[in-house]
């Protein structure tokens, strides 16, 4: 039997070349083998009729924590250092593996619902690389590894090296594996080495949280601000470590190919430079940045240097929704408003930030991203009507359309997994296990307050 499938579009968007009026996308099994006007499309195979769609390539979320999702609303107007320490006393103190794995599932299909196939995620846990799995969506499940006091190395490389052992089991062509050093300020100099090291040994992709924040910068430049304090009242020695957080990371040997670099919010133009020039990709959070104060990152000196960079929503405890249009859209406006210029950054570039750019920044641009032949059959078609918009540009309508638009469809390598907007394999019983885990924290913060 043929695995060939036509679908058509009124709109298919390719992102590496301009979109194209009822357009026809063939698939074969897992990868594309055709994309171009309905008219001209080989015969043969099932035909699906998306009618009045934009067909897309899936969207790629550069950086998430899917295991956070019970945290939406939770951790409201705090400042970073108190953002940071009452997630972190959250995580240890209340939640339990249940409520990661529920929300990790909530958290993916909720991307899926909105046209993410492909997720990096970053987590302590295996709470997101098994929702993936179970889910049938792509992604990167960075291991996160902590540890501020040097002291603490061999003990974290030692739980690194069993996570990725126990989870390396599990991988597959579509979930991978990578490492995650968190941050300067949970993480020690000789621990940044260490996991680079292992990374390089495992021969697994690394991502990390840089030049996120000003604490950061006091703690990483000065040795002071809140960060410095915490760490001195764990008795642990403060000292002046870099020049500044890219410089920290450039040290222990962070700065390659095949390392993600999220934030990037404080960076100065030699900075910018020495990323592009080695090969770092870039997940650019337009909306975390801005919720928690951190400012906005340099994404046009970025993108004019050739660097990788693609979009992330960060978790729902720094966003509250996972929509990557939303966060292309945010970015267009942000870089129009600072620079007072109405193209600074065009709808097809901020589109391009959400696919291609984010297969780029996760070193996964060989087979998704854009609609090719050859490339992995991952797909997100979006009713014109939910758009709410005309869609004469179609580019300008995914972009600056309604908001929180649920896809028609999702296809990853192939598979139907969203359909008329449902995610097709998540378990029922889910949204209700993480409602009740977000009472608990709710509850826990007010016990907390009330102190
Ligand atoms: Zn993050």
């Not at 390539?57 to 998430?64: D, I, M, Q, R």
């Not at 940044?192 to 950061?216: K, M, N």
């Not at 918009?389 to 300008?396: I, Y």
Request: charged share 20%; glycine share 8%; net charge negative.
């Amino acid at each position: 039997m043929s695995a060939l499938v036509r679908r058509h579009a009124r709109w298919v968007v390719p992102v590496a070349t301009p979109p194209i009026a009822n357009g026809t996308v063939v698939t074969d099994g897992e990868r594309i083998t055709w994309v171009g006007p309905r008219a001209n499309a080989p015969v043969g195979g099932q035909d699906e009729e998306l009618g009045d769609c934009i067909l897309t390539p899936g969207l790629v979320n550069a950086h998430t924590h899917l295991d956070l999702t019970m945290m939406r609303g939770a951790l409201e107007d705090l400042t970073f250092f108190e953002w940071v320490r009452t997630l972190t006393r959250a995580k240890r103190e209340l939640l339990t593996d249940d409520d990661f794995r529920a929300a990790a599932l909530l958290g993916a299909a909720e991307g899926l619902s909105r046209g993410i196939t492909t997720f990096g995620d970053t987590s302590d846990n295996d709470a997101a690389f098994d929702a993936l799995l179970t889910l049938g969506a792509r992604g990167i499940a960075y291991r996160e590894v902590f540890g501020a006091d040097p002291a603490q190395v061999d003990a974290s490389i030692a739980g690194l090296t069993t996570a990725i052992a126990t989870m390396r089991l599990r991988a597959t062509p579509l979930v991978r594996l990578g490492v995650s050093p968190h941050a300067p300020y949970s993480v020690s100099d000789a621990l940044f080495v260490s996991v680079r090291e292992f990374a390089d040994r495992e021969g697994l992709p690394l991502a990390v949280h840089i030049a996120e924040s000003a604490a950061e910068d006091d703690l990483v430049i000065r040795a002071s601000g809140p960060f410095a304090e915490f760490l001195r009242a764990r008795g642990l020695e403060v000292e002046r470590r870099a020049s500044g957080p890219i410089q920290l990371i450039d040290a222990a040997g962070l700065l390659r190919q095949n390392t993600l670099l999220i934030h990037c919010v404080r960076v100065a133009a030699s900075d910018v430079a020495r990323i592009a020039d080695t090969g770092c990709g870039i997940a650019h959070c337009p909306t975390s940045n801005a919720k928690l104060g951190h400012g906005v990152a340099p994404l046009r000196e970025f993108l004019a240097t050739g660097a990788r960079v693609g979009l992330g929503s960060d978790s729902m405890a720094s966003n509250n929704t996972m929509d990557l249009l939303a966060e292309a859209r945010l970015a267009v406006l942000q870089q129009r408003a600072i620079t007072k210029t109405p193209d600074a950054l065009p709808a097809r570039a901020a589109f391009r930030l959400a696919t291609l750019g984010g297969a780029e920044a996760l070193r996964l641009d060989d087979e998704i991203g854009s609609l090719v032949p050859g490339k992995q059959a991952d797909l997100a078609a979006f009713r014109v009507s939910d758009l709410g918009l005309p869609a004469e540009d179609p580019l300008a309508a995914l972009v600056f359309g309604a908001g929180q638009v649920v896809a028609h469809r999702v296809i990853i390598a192939g598979r139907e997994r969203v359909r008329d907007g449902v995610v097709t394999d998540l378990d029922p019983g889910v949204p209700a296990r993480v409602r009740a885990a977000a009472l608990r924290l709710t509850q826990w913060r007010s016990a907390r307050a009330a102190l």
